[in-house]
């Protein structure tokens, strides 16, 4: 590896990728490559564009800390302006001339201190430090309903959204209430002839105002005083932090609160006594993904919506026929039904030094040390990769953090203080260890749910441990765990 230029590739061109490419280039790396399957950047906000889509977290929130954007249109960030934000983002600092798009990496295996990539176009390359911003939510799930293929009407997975299907007017069965499903209802409510939203189980919905920036604030916001003021970043991560209490301690004052919220806005929200049971959750609050919605519940008593909580039985030629017996007619279904959020870089094949292959190594379930780093696949950093805090709060501030841990380990293989960053088998170990048993008390394993954060031995994947722990983790490497020791800086000013 050159001490000054290593060869660097980045695979992926979504949020996280683009984070990477711009902070690269700030640091005087030259040699770099963004590899992006797709035409263009923007990861999970270009694929999705169906009805309704919005960010949960607050806009000005959900953008880099270096390039706030003053004109968003509302509180919450539409889906369609996010994608004009990375991609005017990637083009004002040059990502987009780094990237090589419609090139899908099909493996990388880790041989003579390099890693070397295989792509589904049968091109290759090669690079001294690998890094992975391939995204979580990317490999649409499908249900397995029998006869979906029997169905006369229109039918689409939320992730592919077909727009040259019109809606207004048809009878449409929405399948699936996470937050997508829930978005998709409250766009279209009233606007179907007849809209049924299936539910298996109902969701806690936590209240949210949504409403509309106006010319005078986004003109004012262009002043960056002004914005950090509207902002009140101090307040927003006490709200974070309150957040991932709530989560691991759900006896916490945050538990409670958000809880009742949850409660109120159902109690408050639902007329009809008979509905208002149906839509009520059997579990506790933020056992699942919690939902924000400002109009879900006003807009399930639309007129034209039906809940459906009878199971699905098959789908037939005119619509769904649900176990009580009853053909439900339709005209469109879409399977609001989520994401494989295991996969990460997967279907990749990986393999890194001593024939380690990554499908061995989470053959019991995808996991990380710190989510960056793992044993045996040497100089290969990831962002939101397995085990990283995943929440109702921006994935944007999770991978910033990550980015300034991968940054000191990258430093260290720059400096020439080592050729290989790797944790120790024992360092994850531990880690692993004890992130289960913090999983374990949380209220994604406590609150009686089954949920996407759990793996298939039904322990949540995710970070089980408060927002400040996780900033504490990310602020300075156990140099330790790598094999190295402090940096010469560090020890002189220790000394």
């Known amino acids: 590896m050159s001490a000054t230029q290593p060869r660097i590739i980045v695979l992926g061109a979504g949020m996280a990728g683009i984070l990477a490419g711009i902070r690269l280039q700030a640091d005087g790396y030259t040699d770099i490559t963004l590899y992006e399957k797709a035409d263009r950047v923007g990861g ?22 270096f390039e706030r954007n003053p004109d968003w249109s509302r509180h919450l960030p539409p889906g369609q302006e996010i994608q004009a934000y990375f991609e005017r983002t990637a083009a004002k600092y040059g990502v987009d ?24 176009s049968g091109y290759r390359d090669s690079a001294d430090i690998l890094i992975a911003a391939t995204g979580v939510l990317h490999h649409p799930r499908y249900p397995d309903i029998a006869g979906a293929d029997s169905f006369r009407g229109d039918l689409m997975h939320s992730a592919s959204w077909d727009h040259s299907v019109a809606l207004e007017g048809k009878r449409i069965g929405i399948i699936g209430n996470g937050s997508t499903g829930v978005q998709i209802v409250s766009a279209l409510a009233g606007k179907a002839a007849l809209l049924e939203h299936y539910q298996r189980t109902p969701q806690w919905i936590m209240p949210v105002e949504n409403g509309v920036f106006s010319e005078e604030e986004r003109a004012a916001f262009h002043d960056p005083e002004v914005l950090a003021q509207a902002m009140n970043v101090e307040e927003y991560m006490a709200a974070v932090e309150a957040y991932t209490q709530a989560i691991t301690e759900m006896e916490s004052d945050a538990a409670r609160a958000m809880g009742q919220a949850c409660l109120d806005n159902l109690e408050q929200s639902v007329t009809d006594p008979a509905l208002r049971e149906q839509l009520r959750p059997d579990h506790a609050p933020l056992c699942k993904r919690l939902i924000f919605s400002p109009d879900y519940y006003q807009a399930i008593q639309h007129p034209q919506c039906r809940l459906v909580r009878n199971g699905i039985q098959r789908i037939e030629p005119e619509g769904i026929r649900t176990e009580d017996g009853e ?77 300034g841990y991968i940054h000191q380990l990258m430093e260290r293989l720059r400096n020439g203080d080592c050729k290989e960053v790797a944790p120790s088998p024992e360092a994850m170990e531990t880690f692993e260890t004890e992130r289960i048993a913090a999983a374990k008390n949380t209220v994604w394993y406590r609150g009686g749910c089954v949920s996407w954060y759990l793996d298939a031995a039904g322990i949540p994947s995710s970070w089980p441990w408060n927002f400040a722990r996780f900033a504490a983790c990310m602020a300075e490497p156990d140099w330790a765990v790598f094999g190295l020791d402090a940096p010469a800086a560090e020890r002189s000013s220790a000394a």
């Open 97 to 120: 001339k780094l990237t090589r798009f419609g090139e899908e990496a099909t493996g990388a295996d880790y041989r003579d201190g390099r890693w070397h990539l295989q792509f589904r």
């Open 327 to 403: 053909l439900h007619e339709l005209d469109a279904i879409v399977y609001a039904t989520g994401f494989h959020a295991d996969h990460f870089m997967r279907p990749m094949t990986i393999n890194g030094r001593n024939g380690a292959a990554l499908e061995d190594f989470w053959a019991d379930r995808p996991k990380a040390y710190l989510a960056v780093t793992m044993p045996d696949f040497p100089n290969l950093f990831m962002l939101n990769g397995p085990n990283g805090p995943v929440g109702n709060f921006s994935l944007i501030d999770i991978a910033e953090h990550q980015w």
């Open 44 to 65: 999970t906000w270009r694929d999705n564009t169906y009805p309704g889509l919005t960010c949960d977290v607050p806009s000005h929130f959900y953008t880099y800390s």
